[in-house]
């Protein structure tokens, strides 16, 4: 029998990331390219951290740092959980972009890259003031100020 010459290797079966002009590791993924640093081993590990979620077309769910958690990151994560209780019929659509309107207005009032841990019960209170001078309906400052699942 014939031996068959095994298959020669690739540049990409070796190291899954280019090396993009720019001097950071990168990767084409659905037509689209991601970025993923520029130190090599945390390039990689930032990549298959989060392969499975871009070869399927979806969003890498956020990381919160070590030490802090911004608002961003807090309200990206609510709002997961709640869309995931609208696809199961938990709660309406609706509410949830009602919540995503309320949540971007928030961030935007205290600063969405602030750790959650800086923001004040008066800051609070000023938000809450401000959507009742805004004229927003009860149910909506209800709704804009005691973020919880229901």
Known sequence: MAK???KRKTRS????????N???FCKKINGKLYYFG??????LQRYLEQAAYLHAGKTPAPRPSQDWLSIKILCNLYLDHQESRAEIGEIQPRHVSDQILLLKDFGR?????RPVSDISTIELQDYRK???KARKSPNTINNGCSF???
């Open 22 to 24: 720019t001097g950071q």
């Open 148 to 150: 919880h699942s229901t």
């Open 4 to 6: 068959s010459k095994p």
């Open 130 to 132: 401000r959507l009742i």
């Open 38 to 43: 520029t130190d090599k081993q945390k390039a």
């Open 13 to 20: 079966d070796k190291f899954p990331l280019t090396l993009h």
């Open 109 to 113: 009032f205290v600063g969405p890259n």
